[in-house]
């Protein structure tokens, strides 16, 4: 199985910036990435995808705050967050085609 580490959460003011990053062990197949997020008490949610393609998808929430990206060479998954909200507070996880899930990253935002 693929191992997924994501890294980079913690505690910004409202309004700041924060990004994450997300490696994995191996990358066998070409696979869609993507960063989900879930708060206590609510359910998972998705926040961005990326296809091999280069092709991205947003959710409502984060539309044009965050942007997701993947380093061609290493593979390493990106989510670079701006303009956070206390909303996003959250456990952020990393995951390759909705199969294999890192076990998160927490970001706070007060």
């Known amino acids: 199985h693929v191992q997924l580490v994501e890294s980079g959460g913690g505690s910004v003011q409202a309004g700041g910036s924060l990004t994450l990053s997300c490696v994995a062990s191996?990358?066998?197949?070409?696979?869609?990435m993507g960063w989900s997020r879930q708060a206590p008490g609510k359910e998972r949610e998705g926040v961005a995808s990326?296809?091999?393609?280069?092709?991205?998808a947003y959710g409502d929430s984060v539309k044009g705050r965050f942007t997701i990206s993947q380093d061609a060479a290493t593979k390493v998954l990106y989510l670079h967050m701006n303009d956070l909200k206390p909303e996003d507070t959250a456990m952020y996880f990393c995951?390759?085609?909705?199969?294999?899930w890192g076990k998160g990253t927490q970001v706070t935002v007060s």
């Open positions: 191996e990358y066998t197949r070409e696979y869609c």
């Open positions: 995951a390759a085609d909705m199969e294999y």
């Open positions: 990326i296809n091999s393609d280069g092709w991205t």
